[in-house]
């Protein structure tokens, strides 16, 4: 982006400044400007009172007598001033002795006049006419009067003018130069440094600002600015420092994404896997059940289960087939609970020893029993068995 000149940042402040000091400078030189004018006034007046005092015996003897020649001198004398306009020498019964006047073009003298110099007035006290009485030694009164008006404006204005025109020209090349000067300290001391950073901010890579740090420029290293580059910079450092962690995060993520995924496909695999192998294992144990169950109704022997518990939870059909005895009054049981309802000759002894063979998960062979049914028969018969592990070692029960 490029600045307009009135932009420029040490323009407005070197404008600022001289602003400031053409302000000051004129409160400062009005005080001048008035010493000066009343200076030129005093100068003014004590040149006319000094001319007068100088032909005032001329002046007189041309009245005493009515030297009109005499008189007229007197005055061309006075007209050699440039600030008198009108000179005039009267004698005392009324005549004039001699009288001459001058008109500017530019001034018309008359105040109210469409000429008239009112800021003269203003700046200037409204002394326009001298007199001078006119004595001679030989006559006891006054013998006439001297006249003389003064323009100020010929005189005191026109230096006035001057040295207006003076103070203001040479304060206006001082302000300029000095606007020069402050626009190139602060140009080259202020704008220019912050216009580099300027620029170097606008190069700043987004994606890894760490990288696009400021450079200090020489001088400011412990001034404001150098403090503020110092301040950006480690912004810079920080915002890609997070940028970067940022970064690592979201790749972590998305590493873990990946992974869950992985996870969560070889787990669904797996279980796919167990449940088509658990499900044959159902199937092979179905089918080993059925097997088991056929060979056992077909066999002349019978078969038994127990659980953890000791209760039966199966026997096969051979068993009720030879005994007749019903299926509610076994399955579900203890054999010690069977031992009290249908189990009729077995002794004390042997009975504690089965016992803590089941308890202590122990097998048994050939062991001896007589059971009846609910019709009175009584049936010997002899059975072995042997406890049942799992995977772990837990005791699932005898069969």
Wanted: hydrophobic letters at 40%; aromatic letters at 10%.
């Amino acid at each position: 982006m490029i600045l307009r000149l009135n932009s420029n940042l040490a323009l407005q402040q070197a404008k600022n400044a001289v602003l400031a000091a053409f302000i000051i400078g004129v409160l400062l030189s009005v005080p001048q400007i008035v010493f000066s004018i009343r200076q030129e006034q005093n100068l003014v007046n004590k040149t006319i009172e000094q001319a007068l005092q100088t032909l005032k015996d001329s002046a007189s003897e041309s009245a005493y007598y009515v030297d009109a020649n005499l008189a007229d001198k007197v005055v061309d004398g006075l007209f050699q001033y440039k600030s008198i306009i009108k000179a005039e020498i009267t004698a005392s019964f009324g005549t004039v002795a001699a009288q001459r006047s001058r008109r500017l073009a530019f001034m018309t003298r008359e105040p109210g006049s469409s000429g008239y110099k009112w800021w003269i007035d203003l700046f200037f006290e409204n002394r326009f006419e001298f007199e001078q009485p006119l004595f001679v030694k030989k006559a006891p009164r006054q013998v006439g009067i001297l006249r003389v008006r003064v323009d100020p404006n010929i005189v005191i204005a026109e230096n006035f003018v001057e040295d207006i025109l003076f103070i203001l020209g040479s304060g206006f090349i001082l302000y300029l130069a000095l606007a020069l000067i402050l626009f190139a300290i602060f140009y080259y001391t202020f704008t220019k440094p912050l216009k580099l950073a300027a620029l170097e901010v606008a190069k700043v890579n987004p994606e890894m600002p760490q990288s696009s740090t400021l450079s200090l420029p020489p001088g400011h290293e412990k001034n404001e600015l150098g403090r503020l580059i110092e301040g950006f910079n480690g912004l810079l450092v920080n915002l890609g420092e997070t940028l970067n962690r940022r970064e690592t995060a979201e790749q972590e993520l998305s590493n873990a994404r990946d992974d869950l995924e992985i996870r969560v496909e070889e787990r669904t695999r797996k279980l796919r896997r167990e449940i088509t192998e658990r499900k044959y294992m159902e199937s092979a144990l179905r089918n080993s059940e059925e097997r088991f169950r056929d060979i056992a109704e077909c066999a002349s022997d019978w078969f038994w289960e127990m659980d953890k518990n000791l209760r039966f939870t199966f026997i096969s059909e051979k068993f009720f087939e030879i005994t007749q005895v019903k299926r509610e009054s076994v399955i579900g049981k203890t054999r010690l609970e069977i031992l009290k309802d249908k189990i009729t000759s077995m002794e004390p002894e042997p009975r504690q020893v089965h016992q803590d063979d089941m308890e202590k998960h122990r097998p048994f062979t050939r062991l001896e029993l007589a059971i009846n049914n609910d019709d009175g028969d009584v049936f010997h018969i002899l059975i072995s068995g042997k406890p049942l592990f799992g995977d772990n070692d837990d005791f699932l029960g005898h069969h």
